[in-house]
């Protein structure tokens, strides 16, 4: 499986910029999008980096799990899913209609839980703005 590097066929300069998150995006561009973990799809959806290329493979995550987490808290990656931007997904309704899905089965689970309200909130207002 090759690395975002690869797939876009664009190498990233060095930033010059000493920010933990930085360093990381572009450690993850040179990392095969088959060894990505969780946390690795939280970061780079949270940033909008990759998404025609990852989302698809997050999705394979959230499908089996829809509260898989990264390094914060049960749910984090679909949190970072649902805010990426919209454009994204006006030019992938398959894919919304596939998140849109998840995000349902991840509000069953927190409401059953007696979960964390404010990311039933935000997922619920994500399904409100885009289901038709």
Known sequence: MPTLEELENVVWPESG???H??????QLRKK???HFTTEDFRIMIGQNIGLHFLVPRAMEVLEQNPLAD????SGDLLKNLIS??????DRSPDILARVVSVTKRAIAMLQSE???ADLVSAFR???HRNET
């Open 125 to 127: 207002h994500f399904i």
């Open 70 to 73: 990264g390094d914060f808290y």
């Open 32 to 34: 095969q999008i088959e």
């Open 17 to 19: 910029i000493d920010s």
């Open 21 to 26: 998150l930085v360093v990381t995006c572009h």
């Open 84 to 89: 990426v931007e919209s454009s994204f997904f």
């Open 114 to 116: 007696s979960s964390d």
